[in-house]
């Protein structure tokens, strides 16, 4: 950005408006050091512009050195951090317990594995989807017009979510990215820890994703323990894991934290089972449309 700068000002070129360029910080500096929330904080007035471009919000497509497109980010998903933990009182390794909680928060990360959300088009990905489909050519092409369409085909929406490029512009995602458990090699863990990170489709609150994995679980959690030959009856696992009179906690019990980026230091706590089981999700159901 600062060579194109200096190459526009040594041509003379003069624009219609100021061009403020803004080097900062991004978050992995962590929300404290973001030097964007920095200079909206203390100098707004520097920053004040009426269009705001970011370097990596959009991509361009070249096949055989000719180009094909440029694309723009209107907007960026909303990320936020979820805690999966286990516990137990521990104990001597010699004496192992089904409570262990490594096992029971990798049963858990292994239901969350097979989890995916809804899918949600934007008014954004709809017009992405219906214009880069010109550019592609067979299967690819026909699951793209596929997707815009008011009730699309199961199997193209299957096709293009296993594709990691186009899954994510199809609906909100969470996945694990550290895990920590442990405290001796001959001792039984005493807690076990996974972080979750999960990315928002724009309009998506972090309430709603939320109550979408707790959903998830209480479904799971009504097909895990359903007696042999019972079917599933209203208001199976909705207090999934809950202490109480006469209900003791199963060995498989979690505790989910989460806090929002926009809403740092809020707790979610709710004891769960494990996450996952079979649903509709990203399987032609339960499309939203923009509006």
């Not at 899954?167 to 550290?178: E, F, K, S």
């Not at 799971?220 to 894991?241: C, F, I, M, V, Y």
């Not at 498989?252 to 494990?274: C, I, P």
């Amino acid at each position: 950005m600062l060579a194109a700068l200096i190459t526009l000002k040594q041509q003379g070129f003069v624009p219609e408006r100021d061009i403020i360029l803004a080097l900062t910080a991004d978050e992995e500096a962590g929300d404290v050091a973001n030097g964007a929330a920095w200079l909206l904080k203390e100098h707004r007035a520097l920053v004040d512009a009426a269009l705001v471009i970011k370097l990596d919000a959009g991509e361009a497509g070249m096949k055989n050195g000719k180009r094909l497109y440029v694309g723009a980010q209107t907007s960026e998903k909303v990320y936020m951090t979820f805690m999966l933990e286990a516990s137990d009182k521990g104990g001597h390794s010699s004496r192992p317990t089904a409570a262990n909680p490594i096992y029971r928060l990798a049963r858990g990360l292994d239901r969350l594995s097979a989890f995916r959300f809804p899918v949600h088009l934007t008014g954004t990905t709809t017009g992405y989807f219906r214009r880069r489909a010109l550019l592609e050519s067979g299967t690819v092409r026909a699951d793209m017009l596929a997707v815009v369409q008011p009730k699309p085909a199961k199997a193209a929406l299957a096709r293009l979510s296993a594709n990691v490029e186009t899954n994510i512009l199809l609906r909100t995602t969470c996945t694990a990215t550290m895990i920590e458990g442990g405290h001796a090699q001959n001792a039984l863990p005493q807690r076990a820890r996974a972080t979750i990170q999960c990315r928002a489709i724009p309009g998506e609150s972090p309430e709603a994703v939320q109550r979408a994995l707790a959903g998830a679980h209480r479904r799971s959690l009504a097909e895990t323990h359903r007696p042999a030959g019972r079917h599933a009856q209203p208001g199976d696992g909705a207090h999934a894991g809950a202490d109480g009179p006469g209900r003791s906690r199963r060995p498989d019990d979690l505790a989910w934290r989460g806090s929002a980026a926009a809403d740092v230091g809020r707790r979610l706590r709710q004891h769960l089972h494990t996450l996952g089981g079979h649903t509709d999700a990203g399987r032609g159901r339960h499309v939203r449309r923009p509006g």
